[in-house]
T-cell receptor
């Protein structure tokens, strides 16, 4: 059973436009959510996180939105840049376990 | 200065062999993890150690044995390798916040294991 799902395997956007990556989860015990970015042959790199007590967290061009009632979060990248092209993983944890449950990733391609 | 490093980066071996992957972090973190990314690209946690003590042990065959000689190192030893063990293995570390929660995890570059 996949507790964290990223239903779009890929996304292509034009440089300068907004990229929106989506993530759904099923476990209501999750209270901390993270987005990671991964380039080929490298490890995932932490991007941004949000606690369940918030519904929005912003860091520069990156904003994460959390809708607890819908068990849905999204990552907005504005404006998108070609260097943002990578695989983006959504992850969730709960109950102070430190255990991250990852989605299957969305490959973002930003075209110049 | 690499924060989380793993060796080797690539490992090709025959079925039935025993191999080890090493991980070191210089971030001063207390907690370290091993993840497996399979052919379908799912990243799944295998083990976690906090200050050399095992705290997470997922449903992993007992052919896999983590060892933490100190809190900066977490090695993964795999006995009797099988074809299905082929995957990319990532090490990660994080620091508990002090309130029982954990901060974000920092990942190593991964070790691509191929079992022939």
């Amino acid at each position: 059973d996949q507790q964290v799902k990223q239903n779009s395997p890929s996304l292509s956007v034009q440089e300068g436009r907004i990229s929106i990556l989506n993530c759904d989860y099923t476990n209501s015990m999750f209270d901390y959510f993270l987005w990671y970015k991964k380039y080929p042959a490298e490890g995932p790199t932490f991007l941004i996180s949000i606690s369940s007590i918030k519904d929005k967290n912003e860091d520069g061009r990156f904003t994460v939105f959390l809708n607890k009632s819908a068990k849905h979060l999204s990552l907005h990248i504005v404006p998108s840049q070609p260097g943002d092209s990578a695989v983006y993983f959504c992850a969730a944890s709960g109950s102070n376990t430190g255990k991250l449950i990852f989605g299957q990733g969305t490959t973002l391609q930003v075209k110049p | 200065d690499t924060a989380v490093s793993q060796t080797p980066k690539y490992l090709v071996t025959q079925m039935g062999n025993d191999k080890s992957i090493k991980c070191e972090q210089n971030l001063g973190h207390d907690t370290m993890y091993w993840y497996k990314q399979d052919s379908k690209k799912f990243l799944k946690i295998m083990f976690s150690y906090n200050n050399k003590e095992l705290i997470i042990n997922e449903t992993v065959p007992n052919r896999f044995s983590p060892k933490s000689p100190d809190k900066a190192h977490l090695n993964l030893h795999i006995n009797s390798l099988e074809l299905g063990d082929s995957a990319v293995y990532f090490c990660a570390s994080s620091q508990p916040t002090g309130t029982g929660a954990y901060n974000e995890q920092f990942f190593g570059p991964g070790t691509r294991l191929t079992v022939l």
